[in-house]
């Protein structure tokens, strides 16, 4: 983004009051917030269950003709399907705006992907992450089934209980917050922030904390069933 900032670059494109912007409701509230500072209205698009960023089809209903861009979010590694987007972007000539997560060193990545494949050939009980040779792994998000947020979060505390540390990447959409509230369903978004986990992606080559954390949600996994 050329070292400049969402916010930057929406007031460098001289959007502002008047303007709707297209934006996840599953991340962080400072993407939407940007919007609301340059005096623009974010506009929330649901997500793809698989890759958790921006669904193409969902920006598409959800642009109209206040639409003047999109911020898209590359989530958890998973890059977003962005010539999709950007073609969406050039039909109704709108500004395309990427957040990428902070991937670090190709040593880093390929010691995560190594470890992200132990987990994906061992984990039960769980629906790993769909493979993918761009994944960088940033976090490893899987899904808990069950009956959503209170399985996931029962499944969680089980888990620390066990001294495997993981985290709720996203724990209200902000389409649900009060800041954002707006009285839409986001069916993808909202089942998301129910049941994703993110698990340690302790590396490859310690192999005890791995077995660690496989063995905990393994153990977990059964006593969960699909809704």
């Known amino acids: 983004m050329c070292g400049m900032g969402t916010e930057e670059m929406l007031r460098a494109a001289g959007i502002g ?32 269950p698989h890759t958790y960023c921006l669904d193409a089809e969902a920006v ?26 950007r073609a969406h972007g050039e039909r109704h000539r709108l500004l395309v705006l990427e957040e990428r997560d902070a991937v670090g060193q190709p040593a880093e990545v390929t010691e995560r992907r190594k470890a992200a494949d132990h987990l994906d050939q061992r984990l039960r009980g769980v629906a790993t992450p769909e493979r993918d040779r761009e994944h960088t792994y940033t976090q490893y998000v899987v899904r808990v089934p069950g009956n959503g947020r209170p399985d996931r979060d029962a499944f969680a505390r089980a888990l620390k209980a066990r001294g495997v540390a993981c985290s709720v990447p996203v724990k209200t959409p902000l389409h649900r917050t009060a800041d954002h509230w707006r009285d839409i369903r986001l069916p993808a978004t909202e089942r998301a922030a129910d049941d994703t986990l993110a698990l340690p992606l302790v590396p490859a080559g310690e192999r005890r904390g791995l077995h660690r954390v496989v063995s905990a949600c393994n153990a977990l996994g059964g006593l969960l069933q699909p809704a």
């Open 17 to 48: 009051r008047g303007d709707e912007v297209v934006v996840p409701a599953f991340g962080r509230a400072d993407v939407a917030g940007a919007v609301v500072a340059v005096g623009a209205q974010p506009v929330f698009a649901d997500i793809d």
């Open 60 to 85: 598409a209903a959800a642009t109209g003709p206040r639409t003047a861009a999109m911020v898209v979010v590359h989530r958890f590694g998973r890059p977003a399907p962005m010539w999709r987007l």
